[in-house]
């Protein structure tokens, strides 16, 4: 391992390093610069718009100051529909859907059984759960012990035939840079808001050395995210793992083997700013008496934060700071590639798009011939699938988006018909189908995550009755898609790079940033993904 390793460093000009992982030197890193570390952070929610906006407004921010030395992409987008689950693995895959499998957290699979089917027997086809709900709870009410109860998770046959139990990891069909860099002699560190982001380990379940995931949602118990304040709290666990993580331990300040090579968390407080629309509505979070009863997300279409957003972006921004300093004191800042991004945006930013006319197949229904015809009736058939069937009945997932698994195939052209025949009822932009499915994803006659038909609603729709958000995420919009990107270094000179790119490039670069061959990345061969163009090279090489 370190013979080759050596041969990499020496066959990009590099002199000796004594790090397992060693950097590559480039002229926009320094002349000669080694990246050592990689510290990758998701601001969940953030848009370009609003990176513009507060780096204007703050310029002595954390923001600004990374910005100062780093390459902003202001066209960054997600490259398939914007869960938190794709947006993440674009961000550590470099792939889409296509590779890593995985659209929604809570999605479909035509080839797991309920996790009552501990036999696997019978039909094969059943709802694929992955949040806050496969947790351990102790307590009344219910609070979430931060690992996974195996017994509420599906259940699959292995490559041996054994039905055992499906891990989120064991759902991904490709490697992560955590596994990546590992292989190559580094440590790595990650946290997130759910258990179930164990997806990060990737398929081999053991790609993070320290996963932290503080639950910020708890299944039947409080939630944080009803309340700025408890969210900004709950992402500042994560800070501290940070933190530790900077000096050399673990997230929980034990000892540790030093800063992981790369490492990182997401923030969750932006996210909830601006899907609020009243914060604190029900007064469950004690500590926040400052928000309690005000409303969340923009001011207008223009991105004017309210106070509720405005206090979630600063308190970020501070812990990026913090972050900023702990890797100063530490002597690694020069060293250390800072990666500021998203999973994923929220939509709609202007409060006057927003339309709420409730869930998607409940509109369905109430069309004068739902009843009659076929294709609307498979929609039914798949809404109303229970969680415990024993038959492959399909699934029916809805945001700013509704992704629809149908149990009857076969009707997925006379769905799509019905649907694109009432679409102004329905309050569709588009409908995606058969041939234009396959054009973006894996087939579904093909590919068991894949959905049969995905609805891109009109801009600002989001398909729920919830009085408690004003916006959301999951779809294709630009509001969903376009997403903050700074990649910053002290060696790097400040500029604006407006040339789209993807998420999923961020993971072929901090890769090739530790001198490590991007392709090791399996949705990066699959899909072609390049590095950020302008980091290493003007050609983006």
Not at 103 to 112: L, M, T, W
Not at 387 to 392: G, H, L, R, S
Not at 427 to 446: C, R
Not at 499 to 524: F, W, Y
């Amino acid at each position: 391992m370190k013979q080759r390793l050596l041969a990499v460093a020496l066959s990009l000009g590099l002199i000796g390093t004594t790090l397992p992982v060693p950097a590559r030197a480039n002229d926009e890193l320094g002349g000669g610069q080694k990246i050592k570390h990689v510290l990758l952070i998701s601001v969940d929610g953030l848009h370009a718009l609003d990176v513009a906006n507060y780096v204007a407004a703050h310029s002595h921010s954390a923001l600004a100051e990374l910005a100062g030395h780093g390459i902003t992409y202001s066209n960054a987008r997600t490259p398939a529909n914007s869960d938190s689950f794709p947006g993440l693995l674009a961000l550590i895959t470099g792939g889409s859907p296509v590779s890593h499998g995985l659209f929604y957290d809570v999605s479909y699979n035509r080839g797991i059984f309920d996790p009552t089917n501990t036999t696997c027997s019978g039909q094969v086809g059943n709802m694929q759960v992955f949040d806050e709900s496969i947790d351990k709870y102790s307590g009344a009410p219910p609070v979430s012990l931060n690992v996974i109860d195996p017994n509420a998770l599906p259940n699959h046959l292995d490559e041996n035939g054994n039905c055992v139990r499906l891990f989120p990891h064991n759902a991904m069909k490709s490697n992560t840079i955590f596994e990546v860099v590992k292989a190559n002699g580094g440590h790595t560190a990650w946290a997130d808001k759910h258990p179930a982001y164990d997806i990060a380990n990737g398929p081999s379940g053991k790609g993070v050395d320290d996963l932290y995931t503080p639950e910020i949602t708890n299944f039947g118990g409080f939630d944080n995210t009803v309340s700025v304040v408890c969210s900004v709290e709950n992402d500042q666990k994560k800070v501290v793992g940070i933190l530790n993580e900077i000096k050399g331990l673990r997230h929980d300040g034990t000892p540790g083997t030093g800063t992981p090579t790369v490492f990182g968390m997401n923030f969750q407080g932006v996210s909830v700013g601006q899907k609020l629309s009243t914060d604190n509505a029900a007064g469950g979070c004690g500590d926040d008496t400052m928000f309690t009863g005000k409303p969340g997300g923009y001011k207008d279409g223009l991105g004017t934060p309210t106070d509720v957003l405005e206090y979630a972006l600063e308190q970020t921004d501070a812990a990026l700071a913090s972050m900023i300093q702990g890797l100063k004191v530490r002597h690694i800042y020069d060293s250390t590639l800072f990666i500021v991004s998203a999973k994923h945006g929220q939509s709609p930013i202007n409060p006057t798009k927003i339309n709420k006319p409730g869930h998607f197949a409940d509109i369905v229904a109430t069309l004068p011939d739902a009843a009659t015809n076929g294709g609307a009736i498979a929609i039914a058939n798949a809404n109303a699938c229970s969680p415990t069937a024993q038959q492959a009945c399909g699934f029916v997932q809805d945001d700013d988006i509704a992704l629809i698994w149908l149990g009857d195939q076969s009707q997925t052209a006379a769905a799509a018909a019905y649907l694109n025949a009432n679409a102004n009822a329905l309050f569709i932009d588009e409908v995606m189908a058969g041939n234009e499915i396959n054009l973006k994803f894996n087939s579904p006659l093909t590919d068991n995550a894949t959905p049969d038909i995905i609805v891109q609603p009109i801009y600002g729709t989001v398909y729920t009755h919830s009085t408690a958000k004003n916006a959301e995420h999951g779809g294709f919009s630009f509001g969903d898609t376009n997403v903050g990107l700074i990649v910053s270094n002290p060696a790097l000179h400040s500029r604006v790079v407006k040339t789209p790119v993807a998420t999923s490039q961020v993971a072929a670069s901090l890769l090739k940033a530790l001198g490590i061959d991007p392709s090791e990345l399996q949705a990066v061969q699959k899909e072609g993904t390049e590095v950020l163009p302008f980091l290493f090279g003007g050609d983006g090489k």
